[in-house]
């Protein structure tokens, strides 16, 4: 057998199925949102619309925004109020473990799929930068549980309308997208860790065990509430971006 048939048989699989839809999807669903992400940040406008709240911009940390929820950066900051607070949920779902095994496998073909060879002729895993800060997933989720301390108090000024308390379809919409991140959040491999994951014996901790074991059942579907929750943030900024811009009415139940 020649070189060169040695060669070409390392790019060929006995897999007869179309292995190569899931990659092709990620690569689709996550470039897209990525996309869409940096270009609502860089718009700096049409994130809030009385009294709905973009969660890109959320918390509102600068003295430009539109809507001020925390001032704590002052008028020296000049670029959008977005990149003060993207880095904290791009970072949390970036370094995941679900995340990195998705566009481990998608964006850099590592492999693209169980019996597919890898793109590249080496493995150096995670211990070169950048993928060295995957070990920072940890730090992300806490901050991450910041952010949502903030979101969901968005989701109760939600409610208050200029005219007084009553609730929209924004409301409906902001009130699930704080549900889903909260889920997304609290099922990953982190938090597990935290709420029981390196305790030796759960024969003293008998409360750490079942609040450990209900983090363990989200977890089990932690990939859908990982899809769930990125699209549904994204559409949660586009509804609040389309009221703010005239596009579409609010439609007010009470």
């Given at each position: 057998m020649s070189d060169k048939t040695l060669t070409l048989d390392q790019f060929r699989t006995l897999r007869k199925d179309?292995?190569?839809?899931e990659p092709l999807m990620v690569v689709l669903v996550l470039g897209g949102f990525a996309i869409y992400a940096t270009w609502a940040a860089l718009q700096n406008a049409h994130y809030y619309v009385a009294p709905y709240l973009s969660p890109f911009y959320s918390p509102c940390i600068a003295e430009n925004c539109t809507h001020v929820s925390v001032p704590l950066v002052g008028s020296w900051w000049n670029?959008?109020?977005?990149?003060?607070?993207?880095?904290?949920?791009?970072?949390?779902?970036?370094?995941?473990y679900y995340y990195r095994k998705a566009y481990y496998r998608s964006f850099f073909l590592s492999p693209p799929a169980c019996a597919v060879r890898d793109a590249s002729k080496s493995y150096s895993g995670e211990t070169r930068f950048p993928f060295l800060l995957q070990?920072?997933?940890?730090?992300?989720?806490?901050?991450?549980?910041?952010i949502l301390a903030f979101l969901w108090w968005d989701t109760v000024l939600a409610f208050q309308f200029p005219d007084g308390f009553g609730m929209g379809l924004g409301t409906v919409v902001?009130?699930?997208?704080?549900?889903?991140?909260?889920l997304f959040s609290?099922?990953?491999?982190?938090?597990?860790?935290?709420?029981?994951?390196?305790?030796?014996s759960f024969h003293s901790a008998p409360t750490r065990y079942k609040v450990w074991g209900f983090i363990s059942r989200l977890n089990g579907?932690?990939?859908?509430?990982?899809?769930?929750?990125?699209?549904?943030?994204a559409l949660t900024d586009l509804y609040v971006r389309l009221l703010s811009m005239g596009v579409i009415q609010d439609l007010r139940f009470f």
């Open positions: 179309t292995w190569w839809k670029l959008s109020p977005a990149f003060l607070i993207l880095w904290i949920p791009g970072g949390f779902r970036a370094t995941c070990n920072l997933h940890r730090y992300f989720f806490y901050l991450s549980i910041l902001i009130l699930v997208n704080a549900i889903l991140l909260t609290l099922s990953c491999n982190s938090c597990r860790h935290v709420c029981g994951g390196y305790v030796d579907r932690h990939m859908e509430y990982a899809w769930v929750s990125l699209i549904w943030v």
